[in-house]
């Protein structure tokens, strides 16, 4: 599985951003779908999900300002993030977690793209 990760970019507070995150290659046993971040110092953490039947999950800190989206058709995966505060720059991964059986579950990862909010 590749993933190649789109936008993000400069926004001043309480500006609108969106990331998107297409995957190609053995597609079929991806699973869930979802954006990861990480700010300076900081670890790797978990913004949101979104299932292969549509059920999202989301980190408190972005709750009703983010939103993901999946497009399984075209295999690709959007955040749309409103309301941005400084603290949600960071680094953005997208990430694709495949299940098969015998194999067990494998993360992959796109390349980040940064996300940076000025006050």
């Known amino acids: 599985v590749q993933l190649q990760a789109s936008g993000g970019g400069l926004v001043q507070v309480g500006g609108s951003l969106r990331v998107s995150c297409a995957a190609s290659g053995n597609i079929f046993s991806i699973n869930v779908m979802g954006w990861y971040r990480q700010a300076p110092g900081k670890q790797r953490e978990l913004v949101a999900s979104v299932t292969k039947r549509g059920a999202t999950t989301y980190a408190d800190a972005v709750k009703e300002r983010f939103t993901i989206s999946r497009d399984n058709a075209k295999n690709t995966i959007s955040l749309q993030m409103n309301n941005l505060k400084p603290e949600d720059t960071a680094v953005y991964y997208c990430?694709?977690?495949?299940?098969?059986?015998?194999?067990?579950?494998?993360?992959?990862w796109g390349p980040g793209t940064q996300v940076t909010v000025s006050s």
């Open positions: 990430n694709a977690q495949t299940t098969r059986i015998y194999v067990g579950t494998i993360d992959y």
